[in-house]
């Protein structure tokens, strides 16, 4: 046999630098290591690029099968990014290449692999402990909510409906368990029902929030927003980005923060800073209970690949016991 298929690879570091020195002008010669968790294979590869005393990050996106993406998802990341920086917002944003665009590709062993290198992040992550920093998070979480009514691309991205968080993941489930009986299925199947169920009632009604839907973050958290001295966020990683409900993108961070299990001041003190800058309508505060269980369906399915890349760290008893 010539050649045996591969699911997924890790890519050379060096190699990597040097097509990144071939494709963008960074001024000089550059170093690049990889510094991705090797046991989270469900993310993408991420390495450290140093160019003298300027740091970068080179974003290696995993083949697009498993969230179904494709190459205009990955731009469309790239143009909201750039959308927030002219507006004034702290992120991460994607550095040009030489030719003026945002985005390159590998051709890696199993298949074509999209990259972008992105500018550092500096500081430390936030704490969800420290009440200052929560009340500054969800004013900024806000203020990226106003102004991405105003954004407008031509590229297409997967939104965060109930298809993408609810029916492709109960899926996934279903097959990981391959028909067995489990009580742990079971209960996951009829809280995501159950959630559902909430959620359509609360979205469709005539408290219907005009900009409860649009841009969001999809995945705010502690570790992808680092605060400098003076205090300052800056937020990176967007992977999870596109269009969705911005309840949910509330719920996911409160989960990321794991805010619920914390004091209640922790909480209050983040949607202090949120209801600041956009107050939410009652029916858009109510969905956020039932948008924190869809997130966790969600996160399930995710992890319950067939391929075994990814899965068994998180849920592996239920595929291992009944083998």
Avoid at 45 to 53: A, P
Avoid at 86 to 94: A, L, N, R
Avoid at 178 to 206: F, P, Q, T, W, Y
């Amino acid at each position: 046999m010539d050649h045996i298929a591969v699911t997924r690879s890790i890519v050379d570091a060096r190699a990597l630098g040097d097509v990144i020195a071939e494709e963008y002008d960074l001024g000089g010669p550059l170093t690049c290591k990889l510094i991705s968790k090797m046991l989270r294979t469900q993310d993408n590869d991420h390495y450290l690029v140093r160019v003298g005393e300027t740091k970068y990050v080179a974003r290696l996106y995993q083949l697009g099968e498993h969230l179904k993406r494709q190459e205009t998802d990955y731009r469309y990341e790239m143009e909201w990014l750039h959308f927030l920086k002219s507006k004034g917002v702290q992120v991460s944003i994607p550095i040009r290449q030489r030719d003026g665009g945002n985005l390159g590709f590998v051709n890696a062993p199993e298949g074509k692999r999209f990259y972008a290198l992105f500018s550092f992040a500096q500081g430390k992550p936030m704490s969800s402990r420290d009440e200052e920093q929560l009340f500054v998070m969800g004013q900024k979480m806000a203020e990226i909510h106003l102004l991405s009514n105003e954004f407008k691309t031509e590229q297409e991205r997967r939104p965060m409906d109930l298809q993408y968080l609810v029916d492709e993941p109960v899926e996934r489930l279903k097959q990981f368990w391959a028909g067995k009986e489990d009580e742990r299925l079971r209960l996951l199947l009829s809280s995501a029902e159950e959630a559902m169920v909430g959620i359509m009632s609360l979205l469709d009604n005539e408290e219907t929030t005009p900009d409860s839907w649009g841009p969001i973050g999809g995945d705010f958290h502690p570790y992808n927003t680092h605060i400098d001295a003076g205090g300052n966020p800056t937020f990176f990683n967007f992977d999870l980005c596109g269009y969705g409900w911005r309840a949910y993108d509330i719920a996911t961070f409160l989960l990321n923060a794991n805010l619920i299990h914390k004091s209640s001041d922790l909480s209050e003190s983040f949607f202090s800073g949120y209801y600041s800058k956009r107050p939410l309508s009652t029916n858009e505060h109510l969905a956020i209970a039932p948008f924190l269980t869809l997130r966790r369906v969600w996160l399930a399915g995710t992890f319950s690949t067939l391929d075994g890349v990814a899965g068994y760290t998180f849920i592996g008893p239920a595929r291992i016991e009944g083998q």
